[in-house]
């Protein structure tokens, strides 16, 4: 049987591979504070079944890209900074969660950034400043996030990756971790765009109500991902603590700080702003 809890070095090829599948598709889906906010968010701003899907995609496959790295240099023994700065997953909050409220920023208020600064868009936005996600935000979200650091990674680098019989193949766990967490945050997406889309209501109140809640929840949630990577990185022990449940399932042993942000960016802003905004229009309609 394979172990998922708690894998030893030394596993044959074949068994770290099937672990790292499986790890995967664990890792998308228990609530993960790397995937789930930003998943919901994109997903639900989609409003449809099959862009909430593409959103979950697109965002998994970014991801995927970087935890394919990631176990290339856990094989060449190139991964000892991982765990010699253990305030990166607090900077990774950080720099995500800047992403976030920028993406979410953009969405309510119609405003594109680029490189040299940004400008509002035209006629589109005299009626409603509201912007659909640009389709590279998912992206650049999946890629960023996949640096965090948590007890899936730590099998990753640290016994899978260096479990492959050659520098060849060193990326292949992570590479297959990310795909297991790809299809089932694609499946959530596609949940959360099934979701926006079956309101009851007529097309632009979809619309509407989905950005606002996708919007709201990234730049809100942005800005509490950024205050808990500050607050980690000032106090990492009192960041660090966490009520053990018992359960031993990854993302689901304890509740902490990550779980905290899951709960607050999904729950406390995403799904409340849905409901709340789902009540006005059908008020409306």
Not at 44 to 58: C, E, N, P
Not at 200 to 225: N, P, V
């Amino acid at each position: 049987m394979l172990n998922l809890w708690d894998p030893h070095a030394g596993l044959a090829v074949g068994a770290a591979l099937a672990t790292a599948v499986l790890l995967g598709l664990l890792h998308g889906i228990t609530p993960d504070e790397h995937t789930w906010p930003i998943t919901f968010s994109y997903a639900i701003g989609s409003y449809s079944t099959r862009r909430g899907l593409w959103a979950g995609v697109v965002f998994s496959l970014a991801f995927t890209m970087q935890r394919a790295i990631g176990s290339e240099l856990a094989y060449l023994s190139l991964d000892r900074w991982f765990t010699a700065f253990p305030a990166l997953n607090y900077v990774v909050y950080v720099f995500v969660g800047a992403v976030m409220a920028v993406a979410g920023y953009q969405i309510l208020h119609g405003r594109h950034f680029h490189l040299f600064g940004s400008h509002r868009m035209g006629n589109a936005a005299s009626v409603s400043r509201l912007q659909d996600p640009r389709p590279w935000m998912p992206a650049v979200h999946g890629f960023l996030a996949g640096w965090g650091f948590g007890a899936f990674a730590v099998i990753l680098y640290t016994v899978l990756a260096p479990s492959m019989p050659s520098k060849w193949l060193g990326w292949l766990p992570g590479a297959l971790f990310g795909l297991g967490t790809m299809a089932m945050q694609a499946m959530a997406g596609g949940l959360f765009g099934w979701l926006a889309a079956r309101r009851g209501l007529d097309q632009d109140a979809i619309r509407a109500i989905s950005l606002k809640t996708a919007g709201r929840t990234l730049k809100w949630g942005g800005a509490l991902f950024i205050l808990g990577g500050l607050f980690g990185l000032a106090f990492p022990g009192l960041a660090g603590w966490s009520w053990n449940t018992g359960i031993a399932v990854h993302n689901l042993d304890t509740v902490g700080l990550p779980t905290l942000l899951v709960i607050a960016s999904v729950g406390g802003i995403g799904l409340t702003t849905l409901v709340r905004e789902t009540r006005h229009a059908s008020g409306r309609h």
